[in-house]
């Protein structure tokens, strides 16, 4: 079964796009964090009664010194709450250019165009209070970001020169468990296992963090498909599973649970398939997910199909029975 819910922005969202490009979503105590991914920006709504609003925008370079400064987009693409602190993660990958011309030559000079924008390479830990304000965080960026420590990897260091959208190194989810931080990779996708990286973090002072040991690798046997949200569900994970490529599904919601000290490659038969996501074609494409108190599942959609956008300027996000 499938319910409905508004999420509604503000004037300064809408005009900036955010509600049609929400890449990440958390339930808290005070209501419902979200953030889209053309933005260094992420947003604070509250349940009215009839819908979610009276929306709060608070900008990243406010809490953390972002690498490349307040004003580039900071492409977050998950979040993550946990012991009183919010986290956010950036995709941590390179982009290609799009083609927006009809002239052969113009639009092979935009493909052979590959940017890189410093503030994708974050990982951000705030501090909430109880009235649901974030105060000073940390954050792991700059020389040594997350990328930094993967230059030598034998899986994953040939997919870092390479963009998101090419099967590229794409983070876009993250989760923490048992005060170890979790980051679901889109891609790369190896032979149709996906990857997700295990981490631990701790404060360096300064408002940095740091890795306090090596990371981990999971690789989970997903048929083709990339991770594209996670969330926690008791002991284990909930993870939003899509496509790595330009492509609209299928989509799936899959539940793993990681096993304390252990890495490596994990089967079919140790995943189970929680969901079977709807999906658009050129729209509605599942981003977000969370579990709510009550067992059922929110999904958001980037580039949301017209009829989810609402007259009063707002998005509707599905909520499913599971």
Known sequence: MVHQVELRFDHASRAAETHTNLSAI????????????????FEHLTWTGDHYGEQRTFALADHVALPAGPHDEADIEGMALDD??????????????????????????RLATVVREENRFIVVRLPVD??????????LAGSRNLTAHLRDDRHLAPFLALPGKDNGFDVEGIA????RVYLGLRGPVLRGWAVVLELRLEDAGRGRLRMAEPYRKHFLALGGL????????????????????????????????????????????????????????GCDHPEGLVRLPDGRL????DSPSPARITPAGGVLADVFTV
């Open 130 to 139: 109880e009235a649901g304000v974030p105060g000073r965080g940390a954050i």
């Open 176 to 179: 923490v468990l048992s005060g």
């Open 226 to 281: 990339g991770v594209r949200d996670m969330c926690p569900d008791g002991d284990a994970l909930l993870l939003l599973t899509g496509p790595t490529m330009d492509l609209d599904g299928p989509v799936r919601v899959m539940r793993w649970r990681p096993g304390p000290g252990r890495e490596g490659a994990v089967p079919a038969d140790a995943l189970e398939t929680v969901l079977d996501l709807p999906y658009g074609v």
């Open 84 to 109: 009183g602190h919010l986290w956010l993660v950036g995709s941590h990958s390179l982009k290609r250019r799009r083609v927006k011309s009809k002239d052969p030559a113009k639009a092979a000079d």
């Open 298 to 301: 929110m999904v958001v959609y």
């Open 26 to 41: 958390r339930l808290s105590r005070t209501g419902l964090w979200v953030a889209g991914d053309e933005t260094a920006t």
